[in-house]
């Protein structure tokens, strides 16, 4: 009776596993066919082909000056990523060095090109195994992390929904309520971990989450202020990306979009191809461009990062295994 049971799932895990992958290939084909069209039909307007019309897309845009800005910015979210990190393990388990922490976390965006949440698993793999800290204080961690990230971008895009309303799509009307039940949600999630709520409900006491037992209030909130500076930035770097990719923008205008944007890119794959058409749907007026620029902005920052990890590589290895 004992074996029955795990022979019995594998064949339904299997087929739920196959079944989830149809459906991101399809999200992932939907999305490129939609480029394909918007792009094509651009094209034809251009009486161009559009081999031809893309490659005066990516003739016209000012390489240089679009590189320079992009590693400075790659450059500078690795450290406040890293001062993320570090702080919260800081708060929650033990002191462990901000240079410490810049091995793991650079490692981890190779692992990251593939799924952003692995790479914060390999992160918590990597502290159990060179600081001998609790595998599962170091998975509460990532997992606090990974929860005020989703809460950190729709306080930004809320901030930014009220200050560029009217130029966004009527779509976006949605953010204001999002804002509202996320606030909601936060004050329930905060009043239950705290034990004000529901108190002798046994699940927070289940080790996974010990980060959200020990948190107060005002951590929140310092991760908010904390991982602000790398969306700031990320506006100014965006805005000036896109003129130089032939696109009128201002800050204003990416402010409620950013926020929405990465986070569909955070998400595996298949959203991963829809983050990249969203500029074409949000930018209408230059699908070129949009397209473009979204597939070259998004690919050249997961990838310079991954070239960050293997520089760290080799420390990280020899952090963990001595050689």
Known sequence: MTTATPQSEQPANKKSGTLGRIIFAFITLLCFAYLYYRLNGAAMREGLTLVAYMTQVFATVQWGAWLLIMVSYSLFYFSIDTLVVSRALNWFITDIRYRDILPVRASAYIVSLFNEQVGKGGMA?????????????????????????????????????????????????????????????????????????????????????????????????????????????????????????????????????????????????????????????????????????????????????????LLFWRRAQRDLFGS
């Not at 966004?168 to 999002?178: C, K």
């Not at 529901?198 to 927070?204: A, G, S, T, V």
């Not at 506006?235 to 003129?243: F, G, I, K, R």
């Not at 597939?295 to 991954?306: D, E, G, K, W």
């Open 125 to 309: 793999w990597y502290l159990h195994r060179r600081h001998q800290v609790p595998g599962w204080e170091v998975g509460s961690v990532m997992l606090f992390i990974m929860f005020c990230e989703v809460f950190y971008l729709l306080a930004w895009a809320s901030v930014g929904y009220a200050f560029g309303s009217d130029e966004l799509p009527a779509a976006f009307s949605l953010i204001p309520w999002l804002g509202l039940a996320g606030a909601f949600v936060l004050v329930i999630w905060i009043a239950f971990f705290r034990g004000k709520l529901l108190p002798n409900n046994n699940l927070r006491d289940k080790p996974i989450f010990h980060a959200f037992r020990a948190a107060r209030p005002w951590h929140y909130f310092a991760f908010f202020l904390l991982r602000s500076p790398a969306l700031l930035a990320a506006v100014a770097v965006y805005t000036a990306a896109l003129n130089l990719f032939g696109v009128e923008a201002s800050m204003l205008n990416l402010l409620p979009l950013l926020p929405v944007i990465f986070f569909a890119a955070a998400v595996p794959t298949p959203m991963r191809a829809a983050a990249i058409t969203f500029w074409v749907v949000l930018f209408p007026d230059n699908e070129g461009q949009m397209a473009a620029f979204g597939f070259v902005q998004h690919n050249f920052f997961i990838l310079f990062n991954a070239a960050i990890g």
